[in-house]
């Protein structure tokens, strides 16, 4: 459909005053709100994610396409909720104890936004409780933990230790990333899931979400 191409488009060059007007008028059309949400917005943002990944943009480009993703997402929330359009799954996001960075973390959320997830972002040094008090209180899918230190990461074997003596156990899936983090490392520890990149990271939490 025309104005849901014209959505996306204007979402991928970061026009968010066109994409608003654009998303009321689709809602005014009396287009469904999954299909404004789906084939509109996360279109646009699952095409800024896959040039991200094969370097065709750069973190700017994402950071003005996920402000104007959420200009539309903003007029959708209260009609999501009515229709009764859930999230595809929820991500308990945050930078580990100790450590302050948080520009990866908030380009993680922003393409696991951009995929549909509901993410539950709690900031930047973040306890190993929080991580797991936030997961109970929201029935996370994922805890998804950064860090940039290598002195951090040590954190994040204390995540993957206190969520398997919770009662989350089994339940939570937990993903790791950040500049020092490998594979490696996340098996040594005992985690689930590591990504290299933000749009690495959006592609294996949906798909963990709907396994």
Same mark, same amino acid.
């Given at each position: 459909m025309e104005l849901l191409r014209e959505i996306s488009e204007n979402l991928q060059k970061g026009?968010? +005053?066109?994409? =608003?007007?654009?998303?009321q008028k689709a809602i005014d059309e009396g287009i469904e709100v999954n299909r404004i949400l789906e084939e509109g917005l996360l279109h646009g943002m699952n095409i800024i994610g896959e040039k991200f990944k094969n370097n065709e943009v750069y973190v700017p480009d994402v950071l003005i396409a996920a402000r104007a993703m959420n200009t539309g997402t903003e007029l959708l929330k209260p009609?999501?909720?009515?229709?009764?359009? =859930?999230? +595809?799954? +929820?991500?308990?996001?945050?930078?580990? =104890?100790? #450590?302050?960075? #948080?520009?990866? *973390?908030n380009l993680v959320r922003m393409m696991m936004e951009g995929k549909g997830l509901e993410v539950i972002d709690l900031g930047v040094d973040v306890?190993?409780?929080?991580f797991i008090d936030a997961a109970m209180e929201n029935n996370a899918d994922i805890i998804?933990?950064?860090?940039?230190?290598?002195?951090? &990461?040590?954190? &994040?074997?204390?995540?993957?230790? *206190?969520?398997?003596?919770?009662?989350l156990a089994g339940k939570v899936k937990i993903m790791i990333g950040g500049a020092p983090v490998t594979d490696n490392f996340r098996a040594s520890i005992g985690a689930d899931i590591y990504t290299p990149d933000a749009a690495a990271a959006a592609e294996a939490a949906l798909n963990a979400c709907i396994a």
């Open positions: 026009r968010a +005053k066109n994409v =608003k007007e654009l998303v009609l999501l909720v009515s229709s009764g359009v =859930k999230a +595809k799954g +929820k991500v308990v996001l945050g930078t580990v =104890k100790g #450590d302050l960075h #948080d520009i990866g *973390k306890p190993a409780e929080r998804a933990c950064s860090a940039l230190l290598t002195t951090t &990461m040590i954190e &994040m074997e204390n995540i993957v230790q *206190k969520v398997k003596e919770s009662p």
